[in-house]
């Protein structure tokens, strides 16, 4: 990675930073240690209690704190990444600032250091030329009609608003782990029990006593009209849940509702009734030319499969396509692209 290489810090078994092992490392390669990158709150859903002592640690050694903002969402209002000892930080504006987060971007947002650095940070021909460092995009200020949107979400929303984004967004996170966790164990946990704006649950122990996979519970959300969250990140097999603070109690409570439904489908797998290959929840989604299908030969009824439970009749999503062999796709590479003697026609 820019020519340096990369040393791994372990975490503990709550998801934390393990210090001691930071610690260790740090003395290690104190020699050669340039900058320690961290995640606050922490990818795994919880905030490290230790981060000033992280920092300390990191300084003592002669290195710097490169905090990822990823997490902004739980931090607005409420804390100042210079404070607990970042010197460099990028500020995502995805989530947090009304730009929306998916689909590979927008990747915008600013890039916050301390004084010292200053001087290190790239200039731009059209601004400051004289900068000791060049440009590192196109744009001096990146994508302005982006940062258009966010510019007015802040000034609409002020200070307060901001701040009681992200209570709601923690208070929505802590709101579906508590629902949850009696049916999909919730991975990590603060020594309160509490998380921070996200929460991971884990499925992965009803592999063994069902077959069921992470894959199988989210092609089954789009039934009950959800996308499914994050998918085995940051932890294979798991499902990472970020509601925000932009879904309503009714909307959480609604996709609650369906995870604890579909936990009981699984428990009919778990209990005998059929096997996990003969399930709903892997032959999700279901489709209308499912629903429609004159021999439907599933061990389950049309019913059960196109409107599970709690899914209203009048009020449904119907997914375009059924389930594809994802594996198959992963390794069978197909070029969507016409073939070039089409061009050569229609030029005729």
Not at 186 to 206: F, S, W
């Amino acid at each position: 990675m820019v020519g340096m290489d990369v040393v791994v810090v372990a975490c503990e078994k709550n998801g934390d930073v393990d210090v001691n092992d930071l610690r260790a490392k740090a003395e290690k390669h104190a020699n050669d240690l340039a900058a320690v990158m961290i995640t606050y709150p922490s990818t795994h859903g919880v905030f490290e209690e230790h981060i000033s002592e992280i920092c300390d640690i990191v300084h003592g050694h002669g290195g710097q704190v490169y905090l990822d903002g990823a997490n902004l969402n739980a931090q607005v209002g409420l804390s100042r990444p210079g404070d607990y000892g970042a010197d460099v930080s990028h500020l995502n504006l995805h989530k947090t600032f009304c730009i929306p987060h998916g689909g590979g971007g927008p990747g915008m947002g600013p890039i916050g250091v301390k004084a010292h650095l200053a001087p290190f940070l790239p200039g731009h021909p059209a601004t400051n030329g004289d900068a000791p460092v060049g440009p590192v995009s196109a744009a001096p200020f990146g994508s302005a009609s982006i940062l258009t949107i966010s510019y007015i979400y802040i000034l609409m929303m002020g200070g307060e608003g901001l701040k009681r984004a992200t209570e709601i967004a923690i208070l929505n996170a802590n709101y579906i782990a508590a629902r949850l966790d009696p049916h999909f164990a919730v991975l990590y946990k603060n020594a309160r029990g509490r998380v921070a704006h996200e929460c991971i649950v884990d499925p992965r122990p009803l592999k063994t006593t069902s077959g069921v996979t992470v894959d199988d519970i989210a092609k089954r959300l789009i039934d009950y009209g959800f996308h499914a969250p994050t998918m085995s990140f940051p932890v294979p097999g798991t499902l990472m849940i970020e509601p925000t603070e932009s879904e309503s109690k009714a909307e959480l409570d609604r996709f609650c509702d369906a995870m604890i439904a579909i936990r009981k489908e699984i428990a009919e797998v778990e209990a005998g009734r059929f096997k996990i290959e003969a399930s709903p929840l892997r032959h999700a989604p279901h489709t209308v030319h499912d629903i429609a299908d004159d021999d439907w030969m599933r061990a389950y009824t049309r019913s059960e499969g196109c409107f599970p439970d709690g899914v209203s009749r009048t009020d449904k999503y119907w997914c375009p396509v059924g389930r594809v062999d994802n594996v198959y796709g992963d390794r069978n590479l197909v070029c969507s692209c016409p073939p070039v003697s089409d061009y050569a026609e229609a030029a005729e």
